[in-house]
């Protein structure tokens, strides 16, 4: 059993940055994929940006160039660089782990 569980959230201006954390109580090295996905108030949940076990990843369109997935595997860690920051990326942020791991959120607001 992996238990997940997100920091680093919290409030941005407009173009900044924050670097989200999800921290997993057991080893990630056996998972196929680890994800962020976001959440904002009426809206469903989307997916944000992925890493696969060999290391590719991908990323929505709306975030493509502006956010980093990452992982270190010692660490049993995954991270999230968000750059450049818009209003619209305001949202409640999961990390999520196959299969179906997912951790209790961390607030993101940008504000201007």
């Known amino acids: 059993q992996v238990q997940l569980k997100e920091s680093g959230g919290g409030t941005v201006q407009v173009g900044g940055s924050l670097r989200l954390s999800c921290a997993a109580s057991g080893s990630i090295t056996n998972l196929n994929y680890m994800a962020w996905y976001r959440q904002a108030p009426g809206k469903q949940r989307e997916s944000v940006a992925l890493?696969?076990?060999?290391?590719?990843?991908s990323y929505a369109d709306s975030v493509k160039g502006r956010f980093t997935i990452s992982r270190d595997n010692a660490k049993n860690t995954v991270y999230l660089q968000m750059n450049s920051l818009k209003p619209e990326d305001t949202g409640v942020y999961y990390c999520?782990?196959?299969?179906?791991?997912w951790g209790q959120g961390t607030q993101v607001t940008v504000s201007s």
């Open positions: 890493i696969s076990i060999g290391g590719s990843t």
């Open positions: 999520h782990g196959s299969l179906a791991y």
